[in-house]
């Protein structure tokens, strides 16, 4: 099992971002798939969460500006980030259980078992 993050970069505050997570190595489609971010000296936090059957869950500080979405056909979990803010600035994990039960952006990092290694967002 293989997550693999790409997308991230350092831009300016307003523009935005597409980050990507490929997936490799299970039936993506059954799995609770989320975004977290991870600032320098603050805890990991939970972004967004998508579910098996494309239900989706956002954090308050990102809502209507962050999109999360997979193509379950290309196993690929995307976060589409909009109107991006400095306090958005962080290292982005993509994540992935096979329990679908409370599968949302307030799913706490304990919960999933699998993760990528992470891409870097910067927004000055």
């Known amino acids: 099992v293989q997550l693999v993050e790409s997308g991230g970069g350092s831009v300016q505050a307003g523009r935005s971002l597409r980050l990507s997570c490929v997936v490799s190595g299970y039936t993506y489609g059954d799995y609770c798939m989320g975004w977290f971010r991870q600032a320098p000296g603050k805890e990991r936090e939970g972004v967004a969460a998508i579910d098996s059957d494309g239900s989706t869950s956002d954090a308050d500080a990102v809502k209507g500006r962050f999109t999360i979405s997979r193509d379950n056909d290309n196993n690929i979990l995307y976060l589409e980030m909009n109107n991006l803010k400095p306090e958005d600035t962080g290292t982005y994990f993509c994540?992935?259980?096979?329990?679908?039960?409370?599968?949302?952006?307030?799913?706490?990092?304990?919960?999933?078992?699998?993760w990528g290694q992470g891409t870097q967002v910067t927004v000055s």
């Open positions: 994540a992935a259980d096979r329990e679908t039960l409370r599968c949302t952006s307030a799913r706490g990092e304990h919960d999933y078992f699998y």
